[in-house]
């Protein structure tokens, strides 16, 4: 049978749901550790927030929350289950098995398909009914990368865990200098994606990443480091990637410090370590990037609704209704969107830190939207939130033109071509730098 051990607070969590409510799902956050799930924190479903109701919960709805709680969590944890409090009823575990399968379907679907706990990762993730009659417990576990995987029996307990567990931490350097095609296809793409799609070497230099733990790596596990907190040093490999001439391309830079942490058990391996900071800085960049992109998106959108806003009050009675206007090009967008977002971090519960991204041209005193934007997904109260990185100084300036496109038959010529095509030819080159110590 699995066995399910959830941190000693969660049984005050769950004692006091009785007599308050009737009816709660949530999602079980922590680690995997062979048959062992650890659950380190309970997150609450807001499901007054979603499409759906109480009888007819929105799925779909559902999987999107538990994948922003999964981005806003550090290296190491992760959505290991769900669970419900109701009274019992004949199709209470057909829903939980559901909610599961939901909340965990995107588990396996790391950024560049990188496995939080490696081969001792048995699959087995919780699904717990608590009663909310006859005050029973029933666990159960389900394997959700297998869709015809069957309940296992499984057992629940508490234990005061959280408090042993060990804090990673790394900071790395990161610098792309990407080129985006203007072409009509891929323009009609969100500039997220295709920041996304054009960071790929730098995503895959941080997974090939070596990462030593106190000056060491290897198999040894973390607790013989004789201490609880460690810093990690990250090195990476620079990678060239060679594109061919792209005909009216727009040039973006994108760099920042990338702050990283993660938590494991004592007994896990420097290896495993240093896999949990891989996941993070994946979470952490992609996070940062689709940030970034929707930003300028938002500000794309604004502009074209503003032409067209413009053309419609412009019309004389009796015109033909105005064509909306193109979409302005991605080269337009000003360079200070170019910094990265800061990490801003919040204790959730004991031993579970949170984050979120801000913008330097946001609220950096209390960080007011990001405070905004973690109340409603972790249905928190009022928390302090610290910024892990300096903000950058906002310098907009107008982007590069773009080259002229050329003619497919005619030879590239001229130095505005000669330099797309050297821009091109070290298209995404990453510097990684290692810093702190301490």
């Known amino acids: 049978a699995a066995q399910i051990i959830a941190e000693k607070a969660i049984e005050d969590n769950v004692a006091a749901l009785y007599g308050k409510t009737t009816f709660q799902l949530g999602l079980l956050v922590?680690?995997?550790?062979?048959?062992?799930?650890?659950?380190?924190?309970?997150?609450?479903?807001?499901?007054?927030?979603?499409?759906?109701?109480?009888?007819?919960?929105?799925?779909?709805?559902?999987?999107?929350?538990?994948?922003?709680?999964?981005?806003?969590?550090?290296?190491?944890?992760?959505?290991?289950?769900?669970?419900?409090?109701?009274?019992?009823?004949?199709d209470t575990q057909a829903q939980l098995r559901q909610l599961v399968f939901t909340v965990c379907a995107n588990e396996t679907k790391n950024v560049n398909g990188i496995r939080q706990w490696g081969e001792g990762d048995s699959g087995k993730r919780a699904a717990v009914h608590f009663c909310a009659s006859t005050r029973k417990v029933t666990a159960k576990a389900y394997i959700p990368a297998d869709f015809k995987s069957v309940a296992v029996a499984a057992t629940w307990g508490y234990q005061a865990f959280v408090a042993k567990l060990h804090t990673l931490t790394a900071t790395v350097a990161v610098h792309a200098h990407t080129v985006l095609p203007e072409d009509a296809a891929k323009r009609a793409r969100s500039y997220s994606s295709m920041l996304l799609a054009a960071i790929k070497p730098v995503v895959d230099a941080l997974t090939d990443s070596m990462i030593t733990i106190g000056g060491h790596s290897g198999d040894s596990h973390l607790e013989s480091l004789k201490k609880t907190h460690h810093t990690a040093r990250v090195y990476l490999q620079s990678k060239l990637v060679p594109?061919?001439?792209?005909?009216?391309?727009?040039?973006?830079?994108v760099g920042g410090n990338i702050a990283c942490m993660a938590v494991c058990p004592a007994r896990a391996t420097l290896a495993d370590a240093a896999q949990a900071l891989r996941v993070d800085m994946l979470r952490s960049l992609t996070a940062r990037i689709a940030a970034l992109g929707d930003g300028v998106d938002d500000q794309l959108?604004?502009?074209?609704?503003?032409?067209?806003?413009?053309?419609?009050?412009?019309?004389?009675?009796?015109?033909?209704?105005?064509?909306?206007?193109?979409?302005?090009?991605?080269?337009?967008?000003?360079?200070?969107?170019?910094?990265?977002?800061?990490?801003?971090?919040?204790?959730?519960?004991?031993?579970?830190?949170?984050?979120?991204?801000?913008?330097?041209?946001?609220?950096?005193?209390?960080?007011?939207?990001?405070?905004?934007?973690?109340?409603?997904?972790?249905?928190?109260?009022?928390?302090?939130?610290?910024?892990?990185?300096?903000?950058p100084e906002i310098k907009a300036s107008p982007p590069p033109a773009p080259a002229a496109a050329a003619p497919a038959t005619t030879a590239a010529s001229g130095p505005p071509v000669a330099l797309i095509g050297a821009v091109l030819a070290l298209l995404l080159a990453v510097i990684a730098v290692v810093a702190l110590n301490g």
Not at 243 to 253: C, D, E, N
Not at 315 to 320: L, M, N, S
């Open 30 to 90: 922590g680690f995997v550790a062979g048959e062992k799930l650890h659950v380190a924190a309970t997150v609450r479903i807001p499901i007054e927030n979603s499409p759906g109701t109480q009888a007819q919960p929105d799925f779909v709805w559902i999987g999107s929350h538990a994948d922003q709680v999964r981005a806003a969590l550090p290296g190491g944890l992760d959505v290991v289950g769900a669970y419900m409090f109701s009274p019992t009823a004949a």
């Open 243 to 253: 594109h061919t001439s792209i005909a009216g391309a727009g040039l973006a830079s």
């Open 301 to 391: 959108d604004a502009r074209a609704q503003a032409a067209a806003d413009a053309a419609t009050a412009a019309a004389r009675p009796g015109d033909k209704a105005p064509a909306p206007p193109a979409r302005p090009t991605l080269p337009s967008v000003p360079l200070a969107w170019t910094s990265l977002p800061v990490r801003v971090t919040s204790e959730y519960a004991p031993g579970v830190t949170i984050s979120d991204y801000v913008f330097a041209d946001e609220d950096t005193t209390t960080f007011a939207e990001a405070a905004g934007r973690l109340t409603e997904l972790f249905s928190l109260g009022a928390k302090t939130l610290t910024a892990l990185e300096t903000f």
